[in-house]
């Protein structure tokens, strides 16, 4: 399979998607046989035997009309699998998804060139976020090439929940709200959320049509960790993210019925490219231990993770990076657009 990302002028990322095969539905009878085979180590004769005379009687009864019933959604549906693995997996858990769920860990760490040294936190900060822009740019351009199995085309739906997505809290189930569009569908929004010491910011990251270049971004940055160093922390409303669900869910609601702005500005966070966050914490991750990257990745300070967002850019102190992800994955003038702008929650 080719996982390599170069610009295609002869054909689109996501022009095959329209014509890609329906999921099929697996043979019932195929099924119940990798089923035998997963448990037969665990069982002795005797249990295997009466598992045996289960899955028999469930074949030519109610499996029968269960599988039918797939089949007959599989004529309606691409996948008739997704909805269901989506909700049941990660919208219906009411558990610390961020906590649970999220995956993390180092990265970009280019150890041999970037080893970890203090006061780089922006100088690095700013070029990773330039390289990962150009890659949002790709994508929204349609010239990442689409992958391969062999010379049949793979699904490229997930590409666009890379960016501007997020997930958000809800009684029963969560939500998913992507925000992505391609050049030829419209507007995309285009803003970054950068988190410091509790506060949020925004700055847009396109000006005039051109992604800003690292030394605008680094402005940005610059004058984001100005203001948060000289001022008070801000209230940390990230953390409600890494919370219980329904807890979470309740509170969003309280806050926006609070005020219309909160609903704005939340709609802001949860519409940006991706989130940017400047962790004062310097750990000393080496080629052979990512271990103290990893953990801080993962279960660092909460009031600068968004945990519902596809991808949070974690820039440390040192000048080392990680992230910290949503698995769903696997989206004024211009001299105040080059300054961040604070969002702040009444």
């Known amino acids: 399979m080719e996982n390599q990302v170069f610009e295609s002028s002869e054909e689109r990322t996501f022009q095959y998607q329209s014509s890609l095969p329906s999921l099929p539905v697996p043979a019932l009878d195929e099924s119940l046989k990798k089923y035998l085979d997963a448990v037969k180590p665990f069982l002795n004769h005797k249990e295997y035997q009466r598992t045996e005379d289960i899955v028999k009687k469930f074949e030519h009864g109610i ?119 391609t050049e030829s569908e419209g507007e995309c929004p285009s803003h970054l959320i950068v988190l410091c010491r509790g506060r949020v910011f925004a700055f847009d990251a ?38 219980e ?42 080629p052979e231990d990512y271990t103290p990257i990893t953990k801080l990745s993962l279960t660092g300070d909460p009031t600068i993770r968004w945990g519902d967002k596809s991808y949070n850019c974690i820039i440390f102190s040192n000048g080392t990076f990680g992230s910290n992800c949503d698995t769903f994955v696997a989206d004024l003038s211009p001299c105040k657009r080059l300054l961040g702008q604070d969002l702040t929650l009444i």
């Open 245 to 286: 669900r329904t807890q979470w869910a309740e509170i969003r609601e309280y806050l926006t019925n609070l005020d219309p702005k909160n609903l704005s500005l939340l709609e802001k966070i949860q519409s940006s490219l991706f989130v940017i966050s400047l962790d004062d914490s310097s750990p000393n991750g080496t």
């Open 63 to 181: 499996g029968k009309v269960l599988h039918h019933k797939l089949l007959e959604r599989a004529k309606v549906k691409k996948n008739w699998l997704e909805e269901w693995w989506l909700n049941v997996a990660y919208l219906d858990a009411r558990i610390p998804t961020q906590i649970y769920y999220n995956f993390g860990g180092p990265g970009p760490y280019l150890e041999h060139y970037w080893p970890p040294k203090e006061g780089t936190q922006i100088e690095r900060g700013c070029i990773a976020i330039w390289h990962t822009l150009k890659y949002w740019e790709l994508i929204r351009t349609e010239k990442v090439i689409v992958h391969r199995y062999g010379n049949m085309p793979l699904d490229m739906s997930q590409f666009r929940m890379i960016f501007c997505t997020c997930k958000i809290p809800g009684i029963p189930r969560d939500s998913l709200s992507n925000y992505f569009r």
């Open 206 to 243: 396109v000006h005039e049509g051109h992604i800003l270049s690292p030394p605008e971004i680094f402005r940005q940055l610059a004058y984001i960790q100005k203001r948060c160093h000289n001022e008070p922390d801000g209230p940390g409303l990230a953390a409600l993210t890494s919370g």
